[in-house]
């Protein structure tokens, strides 16, 4: 732990860790944009309290240490050297109060859930991928920069108890019920859409499996139901310490 931190709890120190990592791993996906999108995470212990990547800090500058807690309305808790970016946590924030289950929201402007987000027909079921989310993903209509308060409930009646949702014109918004989850579900998305767009570019016709055969292989890719993300996370981060294991500090 930190000793520049305040006193913590473990369960605190061990999600500023995960989400740090995956701040990281996005990074080497290369789905961040500059200083801006973000991930947030409940913090254990603390209704209403999140942490938030520092404003103004790239993606794979966040550590644990340098995360920030914030409270619903993006207003920081306690003292912190750093800033956050409000209005940028306003997606979160509609999210983590309208979903309980959501301990972590993950919104990006990935560019492959850009240009999918454009096309009318969304995401097709056209891969195994993509499957993972028939009938389990929720569309926005972009209705400009700001999010106000009319917006944020016409998003979240949109998303209701999905996973995934495809921003229109903007981005992608995943939310895990665990930051392992979120992170392997905005994979999933991110390759279901890039292999859309590569599909596309031969401009011929697409073979789609049946509607019958599509909920059997999502509920096939669904399991018991358990979070997705706890086999693949502690391989992610084997891969993350062996590149820089700098974002645990």
Excluded at 31 to 42: F, G
Excluded at 157 to 178: D, F, I, Q, T, W
Excluded at 237 to 242: N, Y
């Amino acid at each position: 732990m930190n000793p520049n931190l305040p006193t913590i709890s473990d369960a605190e120190w061990q999600v500023r860790k995960d989400l740090a990592a995956c701040y990281r791993l996005c990074a080497l996906k290369q789905w961040d944009d500059l200083i801006y999108t973000h991930i947030s995470a409940t913090v254990p212990g603390e209704p209403g309290h999140f942490l938030l990547n520092p404003f103004g800090y790239r993606f794979d500058e966040v550590c644990a240490s340098n995360l920030v807690k914030i409270d619903a309305q993006g207003r920081i808790v306690g003292d912190s050297p750093y800033q956050v970016n409000v209005s940028g946590f306003a997606i979160h924030g509609a999210v983590h109060a309208a979903r309980p289950d959501a301990m972590c929201v993950m919104h990006l402007h990935n560019t492959h859930a850009i240009a999918i987000s454009i096309q009318a027909g969304g995401l097709l079921p056209i891969s195994q991928h993509a499957l993972r989310f028939y009938e389990q993903i929720a569309y926005h209509d972009y209705e400009g920069l700001a999010l106000t308060p009319t917006e944020q409930g016409r998003m979240i009646e949109r998303l209701g108890k999905l996973p995934a949702m495809l921003l229109r014109n903007h981005g992608s918004l995943v939310c895990g019920r665990s930051i392992a989850e979120a992170y392997v579900l905005m994979d999933t998305l991110d390759k279901a859409c890039e292999i859309q767009l590569m599909a596309n570019v031969g401009n011929g016709r697409l073979t789609l499996p049946s509607h019958d055969v599509c909920r059997k292989t999502r509920d096939q890719l669904l399991g018991d139901g358990t979070p997705e993300g706890v086999l693949e996370w502690p391989a992610l981060l084997r891969k993350l310490d062996a590149i820089d294991p700098g974002y645990q500090h």
